[in-house]
């Protein structure tokens, strides 16, 4: 299947929906980090970004841009600018049907243009995106205690399919030192 570009646009409002380009490269570091500002305040557990890794976001931002088999896109909001951002892939794995799935790897929208429909229609122009490529499953990650993702996600339908959990090795080690 050859991809077509991801050319979605729409309007919303006080809202143009559109494909993300290096103009934006700034808004969207910024949207990103705040979105890990948010993740990792909701889960005191996770990962840290590293200092180095904020500081080489832009370039990383740069190159998912014109990667293959992805899509981009932001909100923009006549007066405030780019104020969300989705960003979405194919994944192939032919041991598993439906072998093409799409995975939404980011979405954040600023807390002053939530509950707009901003971040509802900016899915709605990724699924064109998907459906032009014969996507039947959608998937993503979204971090235990972000209650406002949870909420936001399982109105459109996801739930819960795979737990991915985590501890730390020394806890580890002493608990499975107590079970000896």
Same mark, same amino acid.
């Given at each position: 299947?050859?991809?077509?570009?991801?050319?979605?646009? @729409?309007?919303?409002?006080?809202?143009?929906?559109?494909?993300?380009?290096?103009?934006?490269?700034?808004?969207?570091?910024?949207?990103?980090?705040?979105?890990?500002?948010?993740? @990792?305040?909701?889960?005191?557990?996770?990962?840290?970004?590293?200092?180095?890794?904020?500081?080489?976001?832009?370039?990383?931002?740069?190159?998912?841009?014109?990667?293959?088999?992805?899509?981009?896109?932001?909100?923009?909001?006549?007066?405030?600018?780019?104020?969300?951002?989705?960003?979405?892939?194919?994944?192939?794995?032919?041991?598993?049907?439906?072998?093409?799935?799409?995975?939404?790897?980011?979405?954040?929208?600023?807390?002053?243009?939530?509950?707009?429909?901003? &971040?509802?229609?900016?899915?709605?122009?990724?699924?064109?995106?998907?459906?032009?490529?014969?996507?039947?499953?959608?998937?993503?990650?979204?971090?235990?205690?972000? @209650?406002?993702?949870?909420?936001?996600?399982?109105?459109? &339908?996801?739930?819960?399919?795979?737990?991915?959990?985590?501890?730390?090795?020394?806890?580890?080690?002493?608990?499975?030192?107590?079970?000896?």
């Amino acid at each position: 299947m050859t991809q077509e570009p991801c050319t979605y646009t @729409e309007r919303h409002d006080l809202y143009s929906l559109r494909p993300a380009q290096a103009a934006d490269l700034d808004s969207l570091v910024e949207l990103l980090l705040a979105l890990q500002d948010r993740i @990792e305040a909701s889960n005191p557990d996770l990962w840290r970004m590293k200092p180095e890794a904020r500081h080489n976001l832009k370039g990383q931002i740069g190159s998912r841009l014109k990667a293959a088999n992805s899509c981009a896109l932001v909100a923009e909001h006549d007066e405030d600018g780019v104020v969300g951002v989705i960003f979405g892939r194919i994944v192939v794995n032919n041991r598993y049907t439906p072998s093409r799935a799409g995975q939404i790897d980011q979405a954040f929208v600023r807390a002053d243009h939530r509950r707009a429909g901003v &971040g509802s229609r900016l899915v709605a122009l990724l699924c064109h995106f998907f459906a032009s490529e014969d996507v039947e499953d959608i998937t993503l990650r979204y971090v235990i205690g972000n @209650e406002e993702a949870d909420a936001f996600w399982s109105a459109l &339908g996801f739930s819960p399919r795979i737990i991915t959990a985590g501890a730390g090795r020394d806890g580890l080690e002493h608990h499975l030192r107590e079970t000896e």
